[in-house]
């Protein structure tokens, strides 16, 4: 969301393994970024693709580490269970992350240039079937590219427009990290783009009440009394920066954590906003508009205090200047 400096440029190599008759072949590094697969797929008519999206940062010590790795083999097991797809076990998640990291070390932006290498875990159904049913053949692949800060310099602070559409339906796979949820929500993300707003914000599917998430990113807010509330439910994404960030509020800052609905029509408890995901870390709120009505939070364009230290002590982690509070970091040796 926002500005984008979130483009693909093509790296040295990328990992790919396939999985036929029941068992994973064996894992290798290839060069050309083009991949062969039957017309037939079942990714291309049936949408069968999951995906996961971390990053690799530069330390000052010139050593290379990844961000909670652990974590996105976990929620990758269960987008590609929920898919039917075969289990990529946590560890071989890991190792391949790794290994594509370490062959692609020189394309890891410099410490301080707020870059990092985007790393792309990806799974496809590619047997050939007519009929929609799941694949007897996959294809788990990692590729990685470096990407830019998304905001140089202050926080960005951007409007919303709350969008009519649902990105996912109320027991549906809005808890999965899937492309098909990413095609469901192109629509309304283009509308509110042509409207002059930066994004969109969805509801909950199922009244239309609450607060869900961004296209691809969770929301958040700090209260009037210094609690850091983000809603939960089965159709929000569980962000791992999200729940990063939960844990610093909680840790470091002392603040008290709420899981509780936010309604779209009573905003003025919130004195800050703003949306997370790996790509921005964070990307401060400064207006959203429902129904015409237009809510503008405190912070206007500036990046709240809460937001500020938040989002230091995140980055701070990423890039090795602030303590690993928790083993969030995999050094690439
Ligand atoms: C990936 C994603 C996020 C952000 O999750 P992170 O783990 O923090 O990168 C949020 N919402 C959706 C829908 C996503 O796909």
């Known amino acids: 969301m926002g500005a984008m400096t979130f483009q693909y440029t093509k790296t040295d190599t990328h ?9 994973w072949e064996e894992g290798m590094l290839i060069n050309d970024d083009f991949l062969k697969m039957p017309a037939m797929a079942t990714v291309l008519h049936y949408g069968q693709e999951a995906f996961e999206g971390l990053k690799a940062f530069r330390r000052k010590d010139g050593k290379v580490q990844i961000f909670r790795p652990y974590e996105n083999a976990k929620r990758f097991q269960l987008s590609c269970g929920y898919l039917l797809m075969p289990e990529v076990e946590i560890e071989a998640f890991v190792q391949a992350v790794i290994k594509t990291v370490k062959a692609n070390l020189k394309y890891v932006p410099p410490y301080g240039s707020g870059g990092a290498l985007y790393i792309r875990p990806y799974m496809i159904g590619v047997g050939q079937t ?16 470096p990407v830019g800060a998304l905001f140089k310099g202050a926080l960005k602070p951007v409007d919303l427009l709350v969008s009519d559409y649902d990105r996912v339906a109320p027991q549906g796979t809005g808890q999965y990290k899937i492309g098909g949820n990413y095609a469901a929500s ?64 909680e840790t470091s800052l002392r603040m008290k954590i709420s899981s509780d609905d936010i309604d779209i029509d009573a905003l003025d408890h919130l004195v800050e906003a703003g949306a997370c995901g790996t790509a921005a870390v964070i990307t401060p709120i400064r207006s959203l508009c429902h129904q015409e009505k237009v809510h503008v939070f405190p912070t206007q364009d500036e990046a709240g205090p809460v937001t500020q230290k938040l989002y230091k002590l995140l980055t701070g982690i990423q890039t090795g200047d602030v303590a690993d509070p928790d083993h969030w970091t995999t050094l690439v040796e």
């Open 186 to 249: 192109l629509f309304a993300q283009h509308l509110a783009r042509q409207k002059g707003y930066d994004d969109c914000l969805f509801l909950d599917p199922a009244t239309h009440k609450k607060i869900e998430e961004v296209g691809a990113a969770n929301f958040f807010g700090i209260t009037k009394d210094n609690i850091y509330i983000s809603p939960n439910s089965p159709s929000i994404l569980k962000s791992i920066t999200n729940m990063s960030l939960k844990y610093l509020a």
């Open 130 to 145: 007519l009929a929609p049913m799941p694949s007897s053949r996959y294809l788990f692949g990692v590729i990685v590219t």
């Open 15 to 23: 990992y790919v393994q396939y999985y036929s008759e029941g068992a």
